[in-house]
């Protein structure tokens, strides 16, 4: 299976900026694998590291648990990097997304030091091409910032437990590729 418009790693499989739920692990797993908790061999194939995306914007969605970026270049996004995503995984997170985003191929500078809630204190680090879900409809999001801590605090048991995730997604209304027709 080959996905299109996808950033690489050396190694063949993704790359990919997660900037809401996906980037707690446990919620990752929960969908590309059906489960929060997955054996030590399959945890070992993907790596989580900080980082930043410049000229986006992050905002919550109306009415949902996640949020949406948008292009902004007065905003910067605080997320993780992701590696070792395969095809497969690829496309159980286009499913997930839905056709609300657009994924695209962005550049995120990996954090070697992580400051503040501002990013202050923020050192960056190498430039790595990404692979990222970019929100559609800019009206439906609310003005207020995602908080992560928040939706850990308030959410996360829910959007955890087996078959949550796919409960609301249609299999005939993924996410679209940039760059695919």
């Not at 993704?14 to 399959?42: D, Q, R, W």
């Amino acid at each position: 299976m080959t996905v299109e418009g996808s950033a690489k790693s050396d190694d063949g499989t993704h790359c990919a900026f997660f900037y809401g739920t996906l980037m707690l692990p446990e919620v990752f797993y929960s969908v590309c694998y059906g489960s929060k908790n997955v054996p030590e061999a399959i945890a070992k194939q993907h790596t989580f590291q900080p980082a930043i995306l410049h000229g986006y914007c992050r905002r919550r969605v109306r009415y949902a648990d996640y949020p949406g970026i948008v292009e902004d270049k007065d905003h910067d996004v605080f997320g993780t990097f992701a590696t070792g995503l395969t095809g497969a995984n690829m496309a159980k997170l286009d499913y997930f997304e839905g056709s609300q985003y657009v994924r695209k191929t962005v550049t995120v500078r990996l954090l070697d030091k992580v400051g503040n809630l501002k990013g202050e204190g923020n050192v960056e680090g190498a430039e790595r091409e990404a692979q990222v879900y970019v929100f559609q409809d800019k009206q439906d999001l609310e003005e207020k910032e995602w908080d992560l801590e928040e939706f850990r605090r308030e959410k996360l048991r829910f959007w955890t437990r087996a078959g949550y995730v796919f409960e609301d997604c249609d299999p005939n209304d993924t996410a679209k590729v940039e760059g695919t027709s």
